[in-house]
Structure formats: C-alpha cells, structure tokens
C-alpha cells in the first residue's frame, strides 16, 4: 500500500491524539526501546548514569517529542509530496549525531518497533494494521533519509 491521503490523515489524527500525554509517552519510548535491545542504553547520554528509564529526564523527553513531531511531519510530507522532505541542514546534522554514537542499520529497526508499540498502546481502540502501516511508512522513508546521510559521511 502506498501512501496517500489516508496514510497522511491517519498519523496526523493519531498525533493529534498523543500529544497531550508526550511527556508519558516519551518514557513508554523509552521503556519499549529498553524492552527489545537493552543494550542500547549506553548509548544515550541522557540515560548512562541511570538503571532505568528516568520518569523526569527533560532531556529524555526532549528527544522523544522531537523523533515523534519528525516522523509525523515526515507523514505530512510524503502524502503532501510524495518525499520526505526535512531541511538538508538537520538531515545532515541528524546524519553526523547518529554516526558518532554508532548507531547502525538493526537500530533502526529496534526504534520502529518501539515507536510502533508506543503508538499502540496510546490510541487503544483506533489502533489498526492500516495506522501501523502508515505510522511505519513514515518511520521507514525518514529513516531511510538518516540512513542516506550517515553513508555519505563515512
Ligand atoms: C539523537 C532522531 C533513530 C540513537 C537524536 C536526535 C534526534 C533523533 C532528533 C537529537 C539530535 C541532536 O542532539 O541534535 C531520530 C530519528 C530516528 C532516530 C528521527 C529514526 C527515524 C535512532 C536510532 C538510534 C538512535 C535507530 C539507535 C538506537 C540516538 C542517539 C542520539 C540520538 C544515541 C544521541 C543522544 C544523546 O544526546 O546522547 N535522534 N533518531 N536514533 N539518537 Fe536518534
Ligand atoms: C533519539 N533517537 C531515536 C529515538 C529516541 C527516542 C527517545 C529519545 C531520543 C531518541
């Protein structure tokens, strides 16, 4: 299934849904990223120093509502356009950040799941395989685009 209009709408309505418990939802994020790959924690300078995922790290939730505005806004676009479209800037910048903490390609697909998950669990009812489709499409072309800069730079 490509991705259109209803793609579009479904991550925008979903958002719309989320966002007044983002602050919650970025220690679920969290908590589900731990879940699949415990490893990864290490990673996060936010999180080195702790043994669990932080209830009150404004850092943490910072970056969480930053990787769930990104993947909806890139939602927006490709059913506007038809691309992902993010400033050449903080593409590359999202690039560089990501390949100096030697983030590689099966993270990606840790963090799609998490999000995924995360979504899931916030809308209850109006969860559907067509959400997780349009919601994953999303992730898959932004990641694909990080992905693309990181490669450049190496
Ligand atoms: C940092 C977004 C995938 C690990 C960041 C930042 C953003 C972001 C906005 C903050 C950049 C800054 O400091 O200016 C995204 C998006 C992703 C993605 C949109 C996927 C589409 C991943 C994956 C991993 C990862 C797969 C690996 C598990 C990190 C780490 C940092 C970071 C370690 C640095 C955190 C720190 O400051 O210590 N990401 N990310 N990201 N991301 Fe991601
Ligand atoms: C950075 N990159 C990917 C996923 C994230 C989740 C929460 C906080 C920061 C993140």
């Not at 925008?12 to 418990?21: D, L, V, Y």
């Not at 998490?114 to 349009?134: C, F, P, Q």
């Amino acid at each position: 299934m490509g991705f259109g209009e209803k793609e579009e709408s479904l991550v925008k309505e979903s958002w719309e849904a989320m966002k007044p418990n983002v602050a919650d939802l970025s220690v679920c994020f969290f908590t589900n990223i731990l879940d699949i790959a415990p490893a990864v924690k290490d990673m996060f300078s936010f999180l080195r120093d702790s043994d669990e995922v932080p209830q009150n790290n404004a850092k943490l939730k910072a970056h969480a509502i930053k990787v769930f505005k990104m993947t909806c806004e890139s939602a927006i676009q490709l059913g506007e356009k038809g691309e992902v479209v993010v400033p050449d800037s903080s593409l590359k910048h999202l690039g560089s950040v990501h390949l100096k903490n030697r983030v590689v390609s099966v993270h990606f697909e840790v963090v799609k799941e998490a999000l995924l998950r995360t979504i899931k669990e916030a809308v209850g009812e109006k969860w559907s395989d067509d959400m997780a489709s349009a919601w994953g499409q999303a992730y898959d072309e932004l990641a694909a685009a990080i992905k693309n800069e990181m490669n450049q730079d190496q």
